[in-house]
């Protein structure tokens, strides 16, 4: 649906937009989620990421190695049409916060070395 992140960012701001769902996909293969008001996702995200503890989702990382970062695919986004609130649906990539490097066990980022 939209480009880049200009573009996604625009969309928010214009249409107002009041909740971003964040979704990602565990190693089995489960989309994962959890929604964020629009006011904590703004260009920052598309730099550093939203962080998350990945030893709470199945077959990610140990309790003392738990911070993972989610980046935004603004070309995944998508109005949901279902919910009450006008509500953004935006697919993620998983990172190392650390490295930076894209996280092996991350379905999406399995996928797209495979293209």
Known sequence: MFADSDALLKYIEDEGVEFVDVRFCDLPGVMQH?????????????????????????G?????????????DA??????????????????FIHDPLTGEAYSRDPRNIARKAQ
Do not use: C
């Open 75 to 92: 070309t995944t986004a998508y109005l949901d049409t279902f919910r009450t609130d006008k509500t953004l649906v935006v697919n993620f």
């Open 60 to 72: 990610f990382q140990a309790i003392h190695e738990s911070d993972m970062a989610l980046f935004p």
């Open 34 to 58: 959890f929604t964020v008001p629009v006011s904590s996702f703004g260009p920052e995200v598309f730099e550093d990421g939203l962080m998350f503890d990945g030893s709470s989702i199945r």
